[in-house]
């Protein structure tokens, strides 16, 4: 809950006697597994904060929101029953690079993520993983963040990584308005 919080400066601590009212104050597209039409359905019943949800009875997010009412009952007391799963399955890998310098072009952009997607590949092909989409997350030096997505019907093909980088960055990459 608390990534991305107090950003750009590092790290979030939020210590168990300070959780129930960081919590409270959370916009509830904030919370996990609350996606954009949860949220929406949620402001419709006038809950828009994690203070908004926790005033809500048990039995109302039940009758709201099914299995799931439960959880955002505890949630929103800042109680997570999920099981830890540290030996879980990987579902993506990733790579990232900081540049020093700003980077305005795209030739200079494509030749500059190709060692990153050269270790993100070469870390796949050694675990024998496989992938049909390539992420692009650019961040600008103001922290706003933009993301390209492609995925194709096969798997990726080792042969063309320099293909990859031109696909996602195959159209300008603008900051969104």
């Known amino acids: 809950m608390a990534s991305g919080h107090n950003k750009p400066n590092g790290q979030f601590l939020i210590s168990p006697a300070k959780g129930p009212a960081f919590v409270e104050t959370l916009p509830i597209g904030k919370f996990h597994g609350i996606g954009p039409a949860t949220a929406s359905r949620m402001k419709a019943l006038s809950i828009e904060t994690g203070a908004d949800l926790k005033a809500k009875p048990l039995p109302f997010l039940q009758q709201a929101f099914g299995k799931a009412g439960p959880y955002y009952?505890?949630?929103?007391r800042g109680v997570d029953h999920r099981e830890v799963k540290p030996d879980r399955v990987r579902k993506s890998v990733g790579g990232e690079n900081t540049f020093f310098d700003d980077v305005h072009d795209l030739d200079t952009a494509k030749?500059?993520?190709l060692p990153t997607v050269s270790k993100v590949?070469?870390?796949a092909t050694a675990k024998?993983?496989?992938g049909r989409t390539v992420t692009l997350k650019v961040k600008?030096?103001?922290?706003?963040?933009i993301t390209r997505s492609p995925t194709d019907a096969r798997p990726l093909n080792s042969s063309d990584k320099s293909g990859w980088v031109h696909a996602i960055l195959g159209q300008p990459m603008p900051r969104q308005s």
């Open 73 to 76: 009952y505890w949630i929103s």
């Open 111 to 113: 030749e500059k993520l």
């Open 121 to 123: 590949w070469d870390y």
């Open 128 to 130: 024998g993983l496989h």
């Open 140 to 145: 600008y030096s103001d922290f706003e963040q």
